[in-house]
């Protein structure tokens, strides 16, 4: 225990002060609890809360999960926080859980602990320790009630047996396997909401696990978790000295940060830096994505961009911020219009049929312009074959006759035989062995194992070169969860980007079915 000289903060006496703690521990954490320096050579230094730490404690709730970018300090502003309570009233029982291998990572935390117990004056502390293990702090109080601090790995087992947990800190949740996460949070969340509390924090993982689908629930409002975003500017020390950008000018992302995000050009300066040190790693084409994979900007590059993902994700990011100044000419419950149809023009309609039931898979539809490309009309949402087969015949009359080309599934026969049988609609898809490499002369295209690859190939090499342009919010969120994984494709939702798909495989026989020649993509490049 650290020995104390004087009553610090104008305090008559020290119970006067422990008084006021009990209701407010912020003040005994800054009074009293020291932390090791980054720069190792500065030893322990008093704990200052930095802008998010701050943040931290000023907007928590019972359940917080936070997405965090590379060294922003936000475990130890949970450690001193969890760790004062403890130390200030009996009965809490607090588990902090750390990433594997165990003995890399554990011990960080278990000593940042006790340095924080250790830091504090006996005249100021109000239990002792009455047990000091590496997985195990116990602290006694006078009245004989104690407080237990827990420290485990993740696929630990036993830990806090017989405790009744009520503060957890689930630190790097992202790191935990798929397993792990779903038992240890299923556990928590068994314990009441009142006089418990729950904290996640992680930096991103790709958009998938349990830390990502916690995290966007609380986004949407589906779970009691409290979301908390924060960005590497939030850290005071990265910044640089403005001359690295002398003699050049800010390009549109930087100029977006400074004006959004109220960015000085000493951080532009940083960020430009860190980029160009990641351009060695790299190449200068990825530098600045692999710079976003350590460093967040956003919430949801964040996490598309540490994963392994199909499409050019800065490309698809950019169009993202600028959808709000592009909305639809027209739009309904199930059908959003960008551009109308324009007398002599080809179009072709990919489409994903789904059940139409509210748990299932979303039916969608495109509608793009087989010449230019440009995205003309989006249809999504629980739409059983029928209706969804009377949508896309009427799409396709007001379309100059489009072609229509319905993903071969389960749910597609119904479909194709609506569209065929009942509304006799003359211009459906079909797979001709004349022209395509295992064709079969049916309706519809048959997406497979073998025939899947090829499509996205195509549909990566469009908006890897900006050839693809779109102005819908969903279709770019879609596109952008793709992940590629042993030549497997999967995202949260693929439903709009299958109708992509399903476009591109259908453009040759529309253009041919208009006695046009396709020579590939006719659209100007995009200026984004």
Not at 154 to 165: F, H, L, P, V
């Amino acid at each position: 225990m650290a020995i104390a000289t004087e009553i610090p903060g104008g305090y008559r006496t020290w119970d006067e002060l422990i008084v006021e703690a009990m209701k407010d521990h912020r003040g005994y954490v800054e009074r009293f609890f020291k932390i090791r320096h980054r720069d190792a050579r500065l030893g322990l230094v008093p704990f200052q809360f930095l802008p998010a730490q701050d943040d931290y404690w000023k907007t928590h709730s019972s359940r917080d999960i936070s997405v965090k970018a590379r060294q922003i300090a936000f475990s130890s502003v949970v450690n001193a926080d969890f760790t004062a309570d403890a130390m200030l009233h009996p009965n809490i029982v607090i588990l902090n859980m750390v990433q594997t291998p165990e003995e890399q990572h554990l011990p960080a935390h278990r000593n940042r602990v006790q340095t924080f117990i250790d830091s504090v004056p006996k005249e100021a502390m109000v239990c002792e320790q009455t047990m000091d293990n590496q997985r195990h702090i116990e602290l006694k109080f006078p009245n004989g009630e104690k407080s237990h601090i827990f420290f485990a790995a993740y696929g630990s087992a036993d830990i806090g047996q017989g405790e009744t947990i009520n503060r957890a800190h689930l630190t790097e949740f992202s790191a935990a396997e798929p397993e792990q996460a779903e038992e240890m949070l299923t556990n928590l969340l068994g314990m009441p909401l009142r006089n418990s509390r729950i904290v996640i924090e992680a930096r991103p993982n790709g958009a998938k696990g349990k830390f990502y689908e916690t995290y966007l629930g609380a986004k949407r409002g589906q779970n009691t978790f409290k979301p908390h975003f924060y960005e590497w500017f939030w850290e005071p020390s990265y910044r640089a000295g403005p001359s690295i950008l002398a003699g050049s000018k800010l390009s549109e992302r930087e100029q977006w940060l400074v004006r959004e995000k109220n960015l000085s050009l000493e951080q532009i300066a940083w960020r430009r830096m860190m980029i160009k040190e990641a351009t060695a790693a790299a190449g200068p084409e990825k530098a600045e994505a692999k710079f976003l994979e350590q460093y967040a900007e956003d919430d949801v590059s964040a996490f598309l961009l540490s994963g392994f993902h199909v499409f050019d994700q800065l490309y698809l990011e950019r169009l993202s911020r600028d959808v709000d100044l592009h909305p639809p000419v027209a739009e309904s419950s199930h059908i959003r219009i960008w551009e109308k149809p324009v007398p002599g023009e080809c179009y072709v309609i990919g489409a994903d049929p789904a059940m139409g039931l509210e748990h299932s898979d979303r039916t969608a539809a495109i509608v793009r312009n087989a010449r230019t490309w440009k995205h003309c009309a989006t249809v999504v949402g629980h739409i059983a074959p029928r209706e969804f087969a009377g949508i896309l015949n009427d799409l396709a009359i007001r379309y100059n006759g489009a072609t229509i080309n319905p993903e071969r599934n389960n749910n597609a026969f119904g479909v194709l035989n609506l569209l065929i049988d009942y509304f006799r609609y003359p211009n459906v898809y079909l797979h001709q062995t004349v022209v395509n490499t295992g064709g079969d002369d049916q309706y519809g295209y048959p997406v497979s194992a073998m025939t899947k690859p090829n499509l996205v190939s195509q549909l990566r090499d469009m908006v890897a070169s900006h050839e693809w342009l779109s102005w819908d919010k969903e279709l770019l969120e879609e596109m952008r969860m793709l992940e590629e994984k042993d030549g497997k494709y999967s995202g949260e939702s693929d439903d709009l980007p299958s109708a992509e798909l399903m476009c591109i495989a259908a453009r040759a026989f529309a253009l041919r079915s208009r006695g046009a020649i396709p020579r590939g993509p006719r659209v100007v490049t995009s200026e984004y």
